[in-house]
């Protein structure tokens, strides 16, 4: 009996969307019908103008003189066929209801021929003019001339019979009921399909009927295109996160096995140096992996403190400039005597030193790094720009990217694991600042930080 499951229409979006709008419509169309029924008169009477009363009174003065109803019947539709209607009205019975309209209520004639001035009654396209009395013997008669107005153009819904209106209607209705449900279930249908075949591991699988929308239902195509491609793009920045760093690592565990294997076979201390520096290499690299994960889980705790920006950040220049040195580069520093911000002091100095070691390894030697604090209304903005090769425009955004190096190359001036600018950005975002890179055109690249003046945590 599990094929009747897959009959369910209530297993289905589709069905349950194309029974619940068609209930509805059904519901409308019923309701009109009985209310129109209700408050909707077909019939219609209406008083008869006396000239024309006159007229057609003259009219039955030829056949006054016949001596029963039959002979009157006869005479009648021998002169006019099928315009004279003809009713006893001391029976109160119709002698000519094959003159009638099908869905015409007789008992409006015995009624009109109690009246003595005679009315307008129209039906549909058929009007009566009458009653017109007659005594011929002992019958009393009234006489109802009958005309039938041109039938209405076929498109007028007043002239459709009612149950061909209805399954009109019935017809109508489900068939725009199953395409309103169709238009929401098959784009739907589209996004579950792509999705199970992105959790199948085809990376590449995208919606592309479903975004040409322009509703809600496109805004979700769009929003799940846009989240295929963050999570394509951090899986694969993950993957090469795995080959860098597997590299990184054997390349100082190498050297330091080597060193080792040196001091074991000299018997002497002179490889200690060397061991202890790709050691602390391995830590710093640990220690990058480390603070980011904790940044990106929102697990760092971070401690706010007011303190003085500018001597901060003369402090850190003072650390780096050894190696500054080292290559004959010029860290220029422009900035207020005090600077105040409310902050937190250990990460934006994690972040500035990234930047600045950035500026440092690639800006060429003999060149100038220029650092630049200004106060701008309720924030503070540092500028920091070497003159090294700069970036190509398409790859500023993504240098904030974790796991991201616009090198591919793994040599020790190139390499790195890719944390640093995202552990920057990652520390101005809890900060509730902004941070951007810029190519100058001159050449080189700048890392501005935009910081309020109280990133206010709580």
């Known amino acids: 009996m599990n094929w009747l499951g897959y009959l369910n229409p209530f297993h289905y979006l589709a069905g349950r969307i194309f029974l619940w709008f ?6 409308a169309v019923f309701g009109t019908l009985a209310l129109s029924r209700a408050l909707v008169e077909q019939t219609e009477i209406r008083r008869l103008p006396h000239n024309i009363a006159q007229q057609l009174q003259q009219q039955l003065q030829p056949f ?3 001596r029963d109803s039959a002979e009157l019947i006869t005479r009648l539709q021998q002169h006019r066929p099928d315009r004279w209607l003809v009713v006893n009205a001391d029976s109160n019975s119709v002698l000519t209801p094959d003159l009638l309209p099908r869905d015409f209520d007789q008992n409006w004639l015995t009624e009109l021929s109690q009246l003595s001035r005679p009315r307008w009654l129209k039906h549909h396209n058929t009007s009566l003019a009458g009653p017109f009395l007659l005594q011929l013997g002992e019958e009393n008669l009234a006489l109802y001339q009958k ?3 041109p039938p209405q153009p076929w498109w007028r819904l007043s002239e459709i019979p009612q149950h061909v209106l209805l399954l009109f209607t019935l017809l109508i209705s489900a068939v725009a009921s199953l395409i309103l449900a169709l238009s929401i279930s098959r784009p739907l249908r589209e996004l579950l399909q792509r999705n199970l075949a992105f959790a199948d591991g085809k990376l590449d699988s995208r919606v592309s009927n479903l975004i040409k929308r322009k ?5 979700l195509g769009h929003s799940f295109n846009t989240m295929a491609e963050r ?7 993950q993957q090469r996160l795995l080959r860098d760093i597997s590299h990184e690592l054997r390349s100082p565990l ?9 001091t074991e076979r000299q018997n002497n201390m002179e490889q200690l140096p060397r061991l202890k520096q790709e050691l602390d290499r391995l830590d710093v690299m640990l220690d990058e992996l480390l603070t980011f994960s904790k940044l990106d889980a929102g697990q760092y705790q971070l401690q706010q403190q007011r303190f003085d920006l500018s001597e901060l950040l003369a402090d850190i220049i003072d650390v780096n400039k050894v190696e500054a040195d080292a290559k004959q580069q010029t860290i220029k520093l422009t900035a207020p005597n005090v600077a105040e911000i409310v902050a937190d002091s250990r990460l934006l100095a994690r972040a500035i030193e990234n930047i600045l070691r950035n500026a440092i390894k690639y800006g060429p030697p ?7 604090l200004q106060q701008q209304q309720q924030q503070l903005q540092l500028t920091i720009c070497d003159q090294g090769p700069g970036i ?5 955004e993504a240098v904030f990217e974790p796991f991201y190096r616009v090198s591919d190359s793994r040599t020790a001036s190139t390499g790195g694991t890719g944390l640093g600018l995202a552990i920057v950005a990652q520390i101005v975002r809890q900060h509730r600042g902004t941070v951007v890179a810029e190519t100058r055109s001159e050449g080189g690249l700048c890392i501005r930080l935009t910081l309020p003046l109280n990133c206010g945590f709580g």
Do not use: F, Y
């Open 64 to 66: 006054a003189d016949s």
């Open 254 to 262: 190498a050297r330091a096995q080597l060193a080792l294997g040196l």
């Open 231 to 237: 999570i394509s793009a951090l899986l694969t920045n």
């Open 22 to 27: 068609w209930l509805v419509l059904l519901t």
């Open 215 to 219: 509703d809600e239902l496109g805004r």
């Open 147 to 149: 005309r039938q107005r």
């Open 392 to 396: 190509a425009a398409e790859q500023l």
């Open 366 to 372: 003999r060149s100038d790094i220029s650092c630049t």
